[in-house]
């Protein structure tokens, strides 16, 4: 087997979204060298939404079925995970996945809740877990809880301490950042108020806080999300300095509308924590624009240049 160690190694996600449409785009737009890129799909799938400037390795992946835009499938589902699997069996110094549907990969049997899970499937090592963070230059978003209803999101105190410690040894082995500055958002709409609104705050994330404090880690008391987050969107977009290096969100959309509505296509969703470092775009397959060539590659392009630059 040829050695991708220095490689980055590109899947096309699901053959019926807007992957392999974005991922020709980005890499016609970027013009990297053929040397650097290995991608992982089809060349029926490739074929059906543009062509490659550059002549990079394709690694195939069978796929027997009709490529048809727009539509959810198991076989679709299938693909995108078997691309997936190999990605991680080619251990790669990164990996840029273009999205897939979790729908059709659960229709596929493949019952995971998103990419971030099947990589920590494949890729954990010696209790390995991966964290998935949001990245537009110097405004980062963790997310606590990634791919679950509402109605289970659960802080715990264990789950705060463990998660905030991988982050900062990501910031400390791979930014370089002795000391990051952590902005941790309540759960609890004005941060409880003192346990009027909840009481997470005061049982849960206050004492998580005092012993991160213990362990050397510069992190806030919880604080009201929405006040929380002004400074940092506003600052973005005056080209300002974020206020601290990394924001650590309860759940889902908490994270995800604030850095999206400051960085939109810009933002990139990375996976953290395992050996391999993965980047992604921050949006979905978005089949209600599958194959009409109007798909904008902006996020794709980010999320390989995070590995390149």
Do not use: W
């Not at 994330?205 to 506003?234: C, H, W, Y």
């Not at 850095?259 to 993965?278: D, P, Q, W």
């Not at 992604?280 to 390989?304: L, Q, W």
């Amino acid at each position: 087997m040829n050695n991708y160690s220095e490689k980055i190694v590109i899947t096309t996600g699901d053959p019926n979204g807007i992957g392999a449409e974005i991922t020709i785009k980005a890499l016609n737009l970027l013009n990297l060298p053929s040397k650097e890129i290995v991608i992982i799909s089809n060349s029926k799938i490739l074929n059906t939404y543009g062509k490659l400037s550059n002549n990079y390795e394709v690694i195939e992946i069978d796929y027997n079925e009709k490529v048809e835009p727009g539509t959810i499938s198991a076989a679709a589902g299938d693909f995108a995970f078997r691309a997936l699997e190999k990605a991680c069996e080619l251990n790669p110094k990164f990996i840029v996945t273009a999205p897939v549907s979790k729908e059709a990969m659960n229709l596929a049997g493949h019952k995971f809740n998103g990419q971030t899970e099947v990589l920590e499937h494949f890729l954990a090592k010696a209790g390995q877990k991966a964290e998935m963070l949001f990245v537009s230059k110097d405004f980062r978003v963790l997310l606590l809880t990634r791919h679950c209803a509402l109605r289970d999101v659960q802080i715990t105190k264990d789950l705060l301490i463990e998660k905030t410690e991988r982050l900062r040894s990501y910031f400390q082995n791979k930014l370089y950042i002795k000391k990051p500055s952590f902005a941790l958002c309540a759960i609890n709409p004005h941060a409880g108020e003192h346990g009027i609104i909840g009481s997470e705050e005061e049982t849960i994330m206050i004492p998580a806080v005092e012993s991160l404090r213990k362990r050397g880690i510069n992190i806030t008391n919880p604080l009201p999300a929405d006040t929380l987050f002004i400074g940092g969107v506003q600052n973005y977009l005056k080209g300002e300095k974020v206020p601290y290096d990394c924001y650590i969100a309860c759940y889902h959309d908490q994270g995800l509308i604030p850095i999206k509505a400051a960085a939109s296509e810009k933002t990139v969703n990375m996976t953290i924590g395992l050996n391999i470092i993965r980047t992604s775009p921050s949006h979905g397959t978005a089949f209600d624009i599958a194959g009409k060539n109007i798909a904008n590659p902006e996020s794709m392009i980010e999320a390989i240049k995070a590995c390149v630059y």
